[in-house]
T-cell receptor, first 113, second 117 residues
Framework: NAGVTQTPKFQVLKTGQSMTLQCAQDMNHEYMSWYRQDPGMGLRLIHYSVGAGITDQGEVPNGYNVSRSTTEDFPLRLLSAAPSQTSVYFC????????????FGEGSWLTVV | GENVEQHPSTLSVQEGDSAVIKCTYS??????FPWYKQELGKGPQLIIDIRSNVGEKKDQRIAVTLNKTAKHFSLHITETQPEDSAVYFC????????????????FGKGTKLSVKP
């Protein structure tokens, strides 16, 4: 059971570089989202998708872009990396049922220097 | 929008004692309240959840209670063990958030639980 798979696990970027964090789930979940976790801040929602072709912004969307071309995949793009984007990123998925259980990936540690 | 407050931020107990973590939420439309355990270097793992039509739920040494009137919910861990040491997050899901989508979680800021042998 793969669940939610994130790649890469660790990444170091230089300021201004772009990159994509990959997320894939094999549970046929309609709903996927990206969170970032910073010390003392808990997890904050970046972007989410309620199905293929549908995305929307969360609490902290600036500097990030997403797309959802398939049910399985939900990549997160950093357009021009900034040190403020140094964080741990988590992808999550769930069914569309109201109050459905939400599953998280193992995280991607990103450092921007 | 929803706001979730979690207390305490750190909690230290002796092995075998009980631990209680409390959360309050602001949006009365929230209907799903999960608790996650996060070990160092790993993603949050769901340990127990409760829905708004239930007042209490137990799973072995873990229990969660929900008071909808007061808008607070709590995690209770009995007979704590060193392997319970981790950061615990409460969360609430409100379908009103973000344009009516479902499944978005608003997290508390976490409680670092240390169980001393």
């Amino acid at each position: 059971n793969a669940g939610v798979t994130q790649t890469p696990k660790f990444q170091v970027l230089k300021t201004g570089q772009s990159m994509t964090l990959q997320c894939a789930q094999d549970m046929n979940h309609e709903y996927m989202s990206w969170y970032r976790q910073d010390p003392g801040m808990g997890l904050r929602l970046i972007h989410y998708s309620v199905g293929a072709g549908i995305t929307d912004q969360g609490e902290v969307p600036n500097g990030y872009n997403v797309s959802r071309s398939t049910t399985e995949d939900f990549p997160l793009r950093l357009l021009s990396a900034a040190p403020s984007q140094t964080s741990v990123y988590f992808c999550a998925s769930s069914t569309s049922d109201r109050g459905g259980t939400i599953y998280f990936g193992e995280g991607s540690w990103l450092t921007v220097v | 929008g929803e706001n979730v407050e979690q207390h305490p931020s750190t909690l230290s107990v002796q092995e075998g004692d009980s631990a209680v973590i409390k959360c309050t939420y602001s949006d009365s439309a929230s209907n799903y309240f999960p608790w996650y355990k996060q070990e160092l270097g790993k993603g949050p793992q769901l340990i127990i959840d409760i829905r708004s039509n239930v007042g209490e739920k137990k799973d072995q040494r873990i229990a969660v209670t929900l008071n909808k009137t007061a808008k607070h919910f709590s995690l209770h861990i009995t007979e704590t063990q060193p392997e319970d040491s981790a950061v615990y997050f409460c969360a609430a899901s409100s379908w009103r958030n973000y344009g009516g989508s479902q499944g978005n979680l608003i997290f508390g800021k976490g409680t670092k639980l240390s169980v001393k042998p």
